[in-house]
């Protein structure tokens, strides 16, 4: 079965950096595009990032571009998230998923991150 499991999250300060790391397994993580989402209480889910299955092609939220960086490793069967200049409203969970989207596919069970001073 699908299992996609998230790591990586944590409590930074303003300005921080944090690498997610998503372990795929259960089906053939070479072939499938993946996202990464976030969700904060209250507000709508947000397509943070989404990178095709062979990897040079990404797409990312206006409200991330420039700080955050999605990439993969076939071979290893995980998804990445690098964030960088970590920012209060870059708080919330940090789900990945397969294929492009903030519905459908299979997620894993999410990772906090908390950007506070």
């Known amino acids: 079965q699908v299992q996609l499991v998230e790591s990586g999250g944590g409590l930074v300060q303003p300005g921080d950096s944090l690498r997610l790391s998503c372990a795929a397994s259960g089906f053939t993580f070479s072939t499938f595009a993946m996202s990464w989402v976030r969700q904060t209480p209250g507000k709508e889910r947000e397509l943070v990032a989404a990178i095709l299955s062979h990897g040079s092609t990404t797409t990312y939220a206006d409200s991330v571009k420039g700080r955050f960086t999605i990439s993969r490793d076939n071979a290893k069967n995980t998804l990445y998230l690098q964030m960088n200049s970590l920012k209060p409203e870059d708080t919330a969970v940090y789900y990945c998923?397969?294929?492009?989207?903030?519905?459908?596919?299979?997620w894993g069970q999410g990772t906090q991150v908390t950007v506070s001073s």
């Open positions: 998923k397969t294929f492009v989207g903030t519905s459908g596919g299979s």
